[in-house]
Nanobody, 124 residues
Framework: QVQLVESGGGLVEAGGSLRLSCAASGRTSSIYAMAWVRQAPGKEREFVGGIRWNSGITGYTDSVKGRFTISKDNAKNTVYLQMNSLKSEDTGNYYC?????????????????WGQGAQVTVSS
């Protein structure tokens, strides 16, 4: 089992920045990749970005490319989502997720573990 705990959400003005953290514990050696997934009110969950645990290869959805950056600290088993130039449409609950096997970033059903979520609100 893997446990994921997010932190760092909050309220920010449009154009501002926030950094989310996701600390993994448990059988972290089983992790193949981690991702950030968000859900806006009344909308479906949406893949935001992800990082492969060992190689560090990242992937992002088009709407956040150039604004969001994912990184990881292996010693702390922690993944970060640095969000810059935030827009009101970035508002939502941001979940950290992990999967133990190769899959498309966008196939959310293949993520095995999920955190509790961190609320991000961008005011315009």
């Amino acid at each position: 089992q893997v446990q994921l705990v997010e932190s760092g959400g909050g309220l920010v003005e449009a154009g501002g920045s926030l950094r989310l953290s996701c600390a993994a514990s448990g059988r972290t050696s089983s992790i193949y990749a981690m991702a950030w997934v968000r859900q806006a009110p009344g909308k479906e969950r949406e893949f935001v970005g992800g990082i492969r645990w060992n190689s560090g290869i990242t992937g992002y959805t088009d709407s956040v490319k150039g604004r969001f950056t994912i990184s990881k600290d292996n010693a702390k088993n922690t993944v970060y989502l640095q969000m810059n130039s935030l827009k009101s449409e970035d508002t939502g609950n941001y979940y950290c997720a992990a999967r133990v096997a190769f899959s498309s970033w966008y196939n959310l059903d293949n993520y095995n573990y999920w955190g509790q979520g961190a609320q991000v609100t961008v005011s315009s």
